[in-house]
């Protein structure tokens, strides 16, 4: 099968135009993976080159369980808006060696280039993620959408409070994203630093916030990452909207009770440290 006709290949192309569409990716910022299936990466084999340089992952960084396994990645220093138009030249896939510290470039980058420079973190957070939900999360999603950024210049660096606050904007979004969204501490982008923080997060979220920087959002397929990166995004503007016109002061919101009526409701399980009294 020709790999830009599969159907996973497609779907990866659709949601980065989405995301250059909704303007969170300026230039060349923000970064998609995805970890195929073995069929989907079955189905197109007969494409990948065998001739590709193995290069590490990063410094002390190892992914063992995902030794022969094929990854959808954006390219460094490539444009999400050219994703559509150009596909060859704007991301690859890789397959990872029996070590799980290296990866070669099996399609894709067509102009040459290296998938992008946050590979580590994205490695490290979909191993996270395949071990706590049974390998079912295959996405990780980073963007710089500009309303959750503007919240990481308002509100304290905690992950109760960002989670609070997004919640009480819409009622589905304790649905959403019902684990709540993780902040970390400021660090350099394309570190091995950033990876290994934003993955001791994503034990327990399914979005972390990178402050002054992007969000990352893993899921079980590219349109529920994506949806879960505008919801967050759409409560960030409605936040700023409402603490502009108010002055941070809500008449009203979605108290902690209304929330465990939620909780009950939609058999969740809401932890307790985001529905403190104000």
Known sequence: MDILKSKAIQSFIKIADMGWQMGWHEINGGNMSYRMTSDEADEVKENFRSDGEWKEIGKDVAVPDFAGQYFVVTGSGKYFQNVK??????????????????????????????PTSEISAHLLTHSIKAKATGGKYRVVYHSHPKYTNILTYILPLKSEVFTRELWEMMT?????????????????????????????????????????????????????????????EKAAEMLVNVMQITGGKKAQTITPDNFRAIEKDFNLNFSEEFLYEK
């Open 85 to 114: 138009d150009n596909p060859e030249d704007s991301f690859c896939i890789i397959t990872v060696n029996n070590s799980g510290d290296k990866y070669k470039i099996v399609w894709g980058l067509s102009n040459g280039g290296r």
């Open 172 to 232: 589905e979004c304790s649905i959403v994203f019902p684990n709540g969204v993780g902040v970390m501490d400021w660090k350099v982008p394309c570190c091995a630093e950033i990876g290994i923080a934003t993955g001791r997060l994503m034990e327990k979220y399914d979005a972390v916030i990178w402050p002054h920087h992007g969000l990352v959002c893993s899921g079980e397929k590219l349109d529920m990452a994506f949806g879960i990166m505008h919801t967050i």
